[in-house]
C-alpha cells in the first residue's frame, strides 16, 4: 500500500514562505501524476496545485505566481513551495497520488 507523508507546515507571519515535503513509498511515483490540496476549518477540500509525470503543473488561482509545486523523482517526493502566505492560506495541506491520501499538515499564517 502506497504511504504520503506531508511533513514542513508550520506557523508563519503573513508574507513569510514555507516548503512542503511529500514523502513516498513505492517504486511507481515516477510516472504518476502528484497533487496538493488545503482544507480550511469549515470548509471543503479544494485543489491546489498538480505535477504531471513529466513536470507539467497546474494552479488554482488563488495560489498562482505565489506557490510551486515540483518533484524529485529520485527521493520520491514532493514538493510545494509557498510565498507570500496570507492569512486566507491557512489550512490543512494534504499531498495526493497514486491512489493515495497523505495525513496532512497543518499551515498556520498569523501575526
Known amino acids: 500500500q502506497v504511504q504520503l507523508v506531508e511533513s514542513g507546515g508550520g506557523l508563519v507571519q503573513p508574507g513569510g514562505s514555507l516548503r512542503l515535503s511529500c514523502a513516498t ?7 504518476h501524476a502528484m497533487g496538493w490540496y488545503r482544507q ?3 470548509k ?3 485543489f491546489v496545485a ?3 509525470s513529466n513536470g507539467l503543473t497546474k494552479y488554482a488561482d488563488s ?4 506557490f510551486t509545486i515540483s518533484r524529485d523523482n529520485a ?13 486566507e492560506d ?3 495541506y494534504y499531498c495526493t497520488g497514486m491512489g493515495g491520501w497523505g495525513q496532512g499538515t497543518q499551515v498556520t499564517v498569523s501575526s
Do not use: C, D, H, W
Not at 75 to 87: A, D, E, F, G, W
Open 40 to 42: 480550511a476549518p469549515g
Open 25 to 31: 513509498s513505492g517504486s511507481i511515483f515516477s510516472i
Open 44 to 46: 471543503q477540500r479544494e
Open 63 to 66: 495560489v498562482m505566481g505565489r
Open 50 to 52: 498538480s505535477i504531471t
Open 75 to 87: 527521493k520520491k517526493t514532493v514538493y510545494l513551495q509557498i510565498n507570500s502566505l496570507k492569512p
Open 90 to 92: 491557512t489550512a490543512v
